[in-house]
């Protein structure tokens, strides 16, 4: 059921002028694909129950979010045993949920969703600026409108001043005042507590001793643990997905699909291998050997060393 929910998201993204990634099949994943539309670019996991997000992988989504500049998004169907509504953005570890339905009204008809869920129910952000406007403007007092709306005056007041609505009170609002007050819910830009940044630690012993090196010549390294690549490696003027191991198939599985995030997110994707590579690319994902990278001085170095190999004759995979 998931992979047909992905195929689905993949054509409401496709059908909206996005590019997207390749789905990484790779396990362990905190997301399942990367998407861009113009400065728009989506992070997204795809789960038919949303509740299968755990805090690791979500936090990593966060972290990945934030060094990307990109949006973190969960499309499902399901959440505690019931389907999710159409129109409504469940927040889980600080990340948005939507169904499929949700997302095909966003990106389609340009139909951004009102309606958000929170403990006790369903609620809307009331316009407060505008309600306090149309209500002085019509010499509504605050105990006259509270009155009609079955509430306190303090309540009216709270509202003026940004408080949000259960949708049934800004149903009722909106009716007594004829007019639209619901302020639509921006999924792209929503805010959230910044997470801990994963530490080295999680990393195998040979991955943590590339990354030393590579902080040694002066990259900011963030382990990535549920991802294709290892690691996000950034210095002043690049950021790298970046992977480390062995030559293998799985590496080079890996690799093809590193290729395939960075040409969405336009950053350079490297594989530092341990041991000997048979070759200098895979798609875009340039190879570096571990014993190369002990040789350098500098980020600028390592950078240089990138962009050179991408111009030099060899056997592309």
Avoid: W
């Avoid at 909106?174 to 830009?189: F, G, Q, R, V, Y």
């Avoid at 040409?263 to 590579?277: H, L, N, Y």
């Amino acid at each position: 059921m998931r992979e047909l929910l992905l195929h689905r998201v993949l054509d409401v993204l496709k059908r909206t002028g996005f590019v997207t990634s390749e789905p990484c099949d790779v396990r362990p994943r905190c997301f399942d694909l990367v998407a861009r539309r113009g400065h728009v670019l989506l992070l997204l996991k795809v789960l038919f129950n949303v509740d299968g997000l755990s805090t690791n992988s979500a936090n990593e989504m966060k972290c990945l979010a934030e060094r990307l500049v990109c949006s973190p998004l969960v499309v499902g169907e399901r959440t505690c045993n019931k389907p999710l509504e159409s129109g409504v953005v469940y927040i889980r570890y600080g990340i948005p949920s939507i169904n499929l339905q949700t997302l095909h009204d966003l990106f389609i008809f340009g139909i951004p969703p009102l309606v958000y869920a929170a403990p006790g129910g369903l609620y809307v952000n009331i316009d407060g600026d505008a309600l306090r406007e149309v209500r002085m403007r019509r010499k509504i007092s605050l105990g006259d409108l509270a009155s009609k709306l079955g509430v306190s005056r303090r309540a009216i007041n709270k509202y003026e001043e940004g408080m949000n609505a259960t949708v049934e009170v800004a149903l009722k609002l909106e009716s007594i005042l004829d007019m639209a007050l619901s302020h639509p819910i921006d999924l792209l830009h929503l805010e959230s507590q910044n997470p801990p940044s994963p530490s080295l630690k999680l990393l195998s012993p040979i991955e943590r001793a590339v990354f030393m090196m590579m902080i040694d010549i002066g990259f900011d390294v963030l382990p990535i643990v549920h991802a294709p690549f290892n690691a996000l490696s950034q210095d002043k003027t690049a950021t790298i997905l970046t992977g480390v191991g062995k030559y293998s198939k799985h590496m080079i599985k890996r690799a093809k699909l590193m290729s395939s995030i960075s040409d969405v997110t336009k950053m350079q994707s490297v594989f530092i291998i341990e041991g000997a590579s048979k070759s200098l690319q895979i798609g875009n994902t340039t190879l570096v050997e571990r014993d190369e990278l002990e040789g350098l001085e500098d980020s600028d170095e390592f950078v240089t060393l990138i962009q050179s190999r991408k111009t030099e004759p060899s056997n592309y995979i």
